[in-house]
């Protein structure tokens, strides 16, 4: 989804159980933030469902097991339903191969 006027917005993924959202604060400049559904409990995080995140959105052979981590990606706020693509989705590649050199 994305909310806001041009150069500003927000954007939500929900991917396993764990809520990525990403906000363009300012022209070019971002903030991302997430949050982790529990194991069950009601309080200890499900740091499994976040490593198949990472594993499989942003780095294949991450060694990540728990807590924050790096995030890199592209905004695209000129493709309305996908304003932000990360590092293994289709979309990031071919954007990737459209770009000037």
Do not use: N
Not at 1 to 12: D, I, T
Not at 85 to 90: A, C, D, G, K
Request: net charge negative; with cysteine; hydrophobic share 40%.
């Amino acid at each position: 989804m994305f909310f806001g006027r041009p150069m500003m917005g927000v954007h939500f993924s929900t991917f396993h159980m764990f809520t990525l959202t990403v906000d363009e604060t300012s022209a070019f400049h971002y903030r991302a933030s997430a949050s982790v559904f529990s194991t069950g409990d009601g309080v200890t995080p499900d740091w499994g469902k976040v490593r198949e995140f990472v594993q499989g959105w942003i780095m294949p052979d991450a060694s990540y097991r728990s807590g924050p981590f790096h995030l890199a990606g592209l905004w695209t706020p000129d493709i309305q339903d996908v304003p932000f693509v990360l590092p293994y989705e289709t979309m990031c590649i071919g954007l990737m191969a459209e770009s000037p050199s």
